[in-house]
């Protein structure tokens, strides 16, 4: 449950706003990121109350991934990992598509 | 929406009466929404970062082994430091588990240094847990320090702890297709070891499906078969630890192995 260690991080850097009410939190997750969006806003959902943040939504900005291939140097979406490039190559770097980022706190 | 601005909607909206027109009450924007770009496993990485400049600088080897439970990780430690200590350097360990002292007495029995870390409820080893934990080990200057990590294919992937190297272990009972259904663990390690060779000939089991799998999801893999029980591959493991001892410290993204993560471009 690697999903409630996010949340926690999460709170943390939420902890300085808590002094006005915010009414959406905006994180951007990569889909290589190894984390289950539905489970991080259950896990957030069970703190939410304990954390002063009752009224507030959990909002996930899906990120899909982008690979760069090393043998035909195009760039491709990938959605999940151990898929080819549309060559045929498994040979790829990871462009995009970790990113765990919290990237808005919105007001109420 | 508002037609006359294009404001949204759920900013106050002040009418005069009487008259045929609108105004708003703006609130300056930046103050309703605020805009950042915080990693949320910044302080993870900040200390994880803090571990392996630490240990590279008492000369120190780290080995991040995760792995299935069951997949014979004490077991490899065990055999290691009663078959090979005299080949390598003095040998540490920090065993990660979510209760008992078990496996921190198997390998002392076998004559190593080890600390326990019990996590309790928790899925996986951190950076602070190991920052914690090497503290009270006080592993000597030059040390190899093994972290066996909870047994688990999914969360230990996210977290750097600091090390050097990563490992993943299976074994031949575990089936074909742990690879293919943990992709993150196994495309995130250098060395895949597949254990219990031994029991090759009584379950199903292909070999060359997983080296396949391993192959499409992380092409610069090694991937190790052996036993613990019969020492089958040790020879191969005594080269890999000793080439990991020698080679210097790589860099913080080096687990994420062929697929990992251009640092220098940014996110989409």
């Known amino acids: 449950m690697h999903e409630l260690s996010i949340i926690n991080a999460l709170l943390k850097y939420i902890q300085p706003y808590l002094n006005r009410k915010i009414k959406c939190i905006k994180i951007e997750v990569g889909s290589m990121s190894c984390i289950d969006p539905e489970r991080l806003i259950g896990c957030f959902d069970w703190v939410k109350a304990t954390a002063g943040l009752s009224d507030t939504q959990l909002i996930i900005d899906h990120h899909p991934a982008k690979a760069s291939c090393q043998q035909c140097h195009q760039d491709f979406s990938l959605t999940q990992l151990g898929q080819p490039c549309p060559c045929g190559s498994y040979d790829y770097t990871l462009l995009s598509g970790q990113q765990l980022t919290l990237t808005e706190i919105e007001f109420a | ?182 992709p993150h663990l196994f495309s995130s390690c250098e060395l895949i070891i597949i254990n219990k060779a031994d029991l090759m000939g009584y379950v199903d089991f292909d070999l060359n499906t997983v080296q396949q799998a391993i192959a499409q999801l992380n092409p610069q893999a090694e991937v190790l078969l052996l036993s613990t029980k019969t020492q089958l591959g040790f020879d191969q493991w005594r080269e890999w630890l000793t080439t990991a001892t020698n080679t210097g410290y790589l860099n913080s993204n080096h687990f994420l192995g062929t697929h990992q993560e251009s640092p220098t471009l940014p996110h989409d």
């Not at chain 2, 037609?3 to 609108?22: N, P, R």
């Not at chain 2, 991040?64 to 003095?90: C, F, I, S, Y």
């Not at chain 2, 503290?135 to 999914?154: Q, R």
């Open chain 2, 1 to 182: 929406m508002c037609t006359h601005c294009g404001c949204s909607s759920d900013k106050a909206v002040l009418t005069e009466f009487a008259s045929d027109h609108h105004s708003h009450h703006h609130l300056p924007a930046e103050s309703q929404t605020l805009h950042l770009q915080q990693a949320l496993l910044a302080e993870n990485e900040n200390l994880a970062e803090q571990n392996r400049h630490g240990l590279h600088q008492q000369g120190m080897t780290c080995i991040n082994l995760m792995g299935t439970p069951g997949a014979g990780k004490t077991a490899l430690l065990e055999a290691t430091l009663q078959m090979l200590a005299n080949d390598l350097p003095p040998i540490a360990i920090l065993e990660g588990d979510q209760q008992t002292l078990n496996d921190a007495n198997r390998v002392k029995a076998a004559g190593g240094h080890v600390v326990q870390i019990n996590t309790g409820t928790g899925c996986h080893l951190d950076a602070e847990l190991i920052k914690t934990g090497l503290e009270k080990l006080a592993p000597e200057p030059g040390s190899l320090i093994f972290i066996e990590n909870v047994g688990n294919l999914v969360c230990p992937a996210l977290f750097d702890l600091g090390e050097s190297h990563r490992i993943a272990m299976m074994a031949v009972t575990d089936g074909n297709d742990k690879p293919n259904k943990y």
